[in-house]
Nanobody, 122 residues
Framework: VQLQAFGGGLVQTGGSLRLSCSAS????????MGWYRQGPGKQRELVAT???????NYADSVKGRFTISGDNAKNTVYLQIDSPKDEDTAVYYC?????????????????WGRGTKVTVSS
């Protein structure tokens, strides 16, 4: 099972960008997916999460500007970034909490995708 993220790049302040992350493999069920980020010289921090059939959660710093959504049929989560600011420049990491099908049933796995870099230019 793996996560693949797409969509990073250069974006101007006031512009928009969409990140996507897809989970693939022997997935039984996805509990939660989300995005974290690590800016230059900073620790990794939560950006947003979405729980299957449940609520979304956002960091205060991105509320009103970022939107997380999911497509259960595609095991994919999206992060719409609107009105980005310089401080949104970071490497964005996809995260998933899911159940993986095994020979004898299922096991829980926590996965991280390889980061995708977002650079905001003013």
């Amino acid at each position: 099972v793996q996560l693949q993220a797409f969509g990073g790049g250069l974006v101007q302040t006031g512009g928009s960008l969409r990140l996507s992350c897809s989970a693939s493999g022997s997935i039984r069920y996805i509990n939660k997916m989300g995005w974290y980020r690590q800016g230059p010289g900073k620790q990794r921090e939560l950006v947003a999460t979405i729980t299957t059939g449940g609520p979304t959660n956002y960091a205060d710093s991105v509320k009103g500007r970022f939107t997380i959504s999911g497509d259960n049929a595609k095991n994919t989560v999206y992060l719409q970034i609107d009105s980005p600011k310089d401080e949104d420049t970071a490497v964005y990491y996809c995260h998933a909490d899911l159940l993986v099908t095994t020979t004898y049933g299922a096991r829980r796995e926590i996965l991280w995708g390889r980061g995708t870099k977002v650079t905001v230019s003013s």
